[in-house]
């Protein structure tokens, strides 16, 4: 952990460090665990309002393979335009 994320008095220091998340994503067809996980957020409210939005881009698509196929096309773009 670097050490300027704390203050000498042990409180988080508000400015320093990035915020990051992780989202599950349902399951493929073949049941293997897939995550959604970006940083580099300014705030926790800009990550979590990234992250919700990026939860209802990914529950477009309907259940099954074809809506797999789907969800792994938006996950794409969704990690391609955060970077």
Same mark, same amino acid.
């Given at each position: ?6 203050? @000498?008095?042990? $409180?988080?220091?508000? &400015?320093h %460090? &990035?915020?990051? %998340? @992780? ?6 067809p073949?049941? @293997?665990?897939? $995550?959604?996980?970006?940083g %580099?957020?300014k &705030?926790? &409210? ?6 919700? *939005? ?7 698509p ?5 809506g ?7 996950l *794409? ?7």
């Amino acid at each position: 952990m670097c050490p300027r994320l704390r203050r @000498k008095d042990d $409180s988080w220091n508000p &400015t320093h %460090g &990035t915020w990051y %998340g @992780k989202a599950d994503v349902p399951a493929g067809p073949d049941g @293997k665990r897939i $995550s959604l996980r970006l940083g %580099g957020f300014k &705030t926790e &409210t800009d990550q979590n309002a990234y992250y919700d *939005k990026a939860g209802d881009l990914l529950a477009i698509p309907d259940a099954g393979p074809d809506g797999h196929e789907a969800r792994m096309e938006i996950l *794409k773009m969704i990690r391609a335009e955060h970077r």
